[in-house]
């Protein structure tokens, strides 16, 4: 059974109350709200999910993560039969003291993800390919698949990635999708209405890695974390299944 109540998932009236919240990350979240709710912000579910109330947010300090596995299984709890919001939630990370590469935090972010995995309470769906080179992988939590998204104060060219000073991690499970998929009209046309939204905004191309769930001459672990730029990631993802 899923953890239903951590107090490390918070809501937007969380950060009303806030007097028990770190205050980097009360200026972090405020950042990140006027960010997403700019009216020319490109992606119109953010922003319409943010000033709803509908977003989940948590949070880790550098030296302190034991508690996100069961803000993150706290967060999948909300998805019942009943409940047909499209909810989604951004883990904000401490900001460093100086700004870092996108290296640097794409790392951060991988060993996020990797930690998670280590401490994931349920099985990896046996239908599931663990390897992330395999055109269907894609990184699940508590047996749900999630598409996870980095965000980082070293974008500089795709400020759409841009969300504050700290490092922030957006999950989406996969069921939100559902009836917008890669493959389905409506999906294709949400999805080319965003993008072009976003290469206004970032006066840049779409990245080369950036394609739909299901698309076998795509890599769905390369567009977790893109680059600054239009160039394809190279190598091999740093995720590890921890049976394999």
Known sequence: MLTTNSSY?????????????????????????????DPTFPCFFGMTAQRRGELRYSYIEHNKWD?????????????????????????????????????????????ILQYLHEQDRFDW??????????????????????????NAPAYKQRKTR?????????????KI?????????????????????VEAWDGLPKHPDISHFGDPEHNEWKQFFIGDDIEPIKGKCPFHHKNS
């Open 9 to 37: 998932l918070l809501t937007k009236d969380d950060f009303k109350q806030a007097d028990h919240l770190p205050d980097w990350l009360l200026r972090e979240y405020k950042t990140f709200s006027e960010i997403v709710t």
């Open 67 to 111: 508690h996100l596995p069961e803000a993150v299984e706290s967060f999948l709890s909300l998805f019942t039969p009943e409940n047909k919001t499209r909810h989604g939630l951004f883990i904000f990370v401490e900001p460093e003291s100086e700004e870092k590469s996108i290296e640097y935090y794409r790392s951060y972010f991988w060993d």
């Open 125 to 150: 769906p046996a239908d599931a390919p663990k390897d992330p080179e395999h055109y269907l992988w894609d990184f699940h939590f508590a047996g749900e698949p999630i598409f996870a998204f980095g």
């Open 162 to 174: 841009d969300l504050g000073n700290s490092l922030v991690l957006g999950f989406q499970p996969r």
């Open 177 to 197: 999708f559902e009836g917008l998929e890669g493959t389905e009209k409506g999906g294709i046309m949400s999805r080319e209405k965003v993008r072009a939204r």
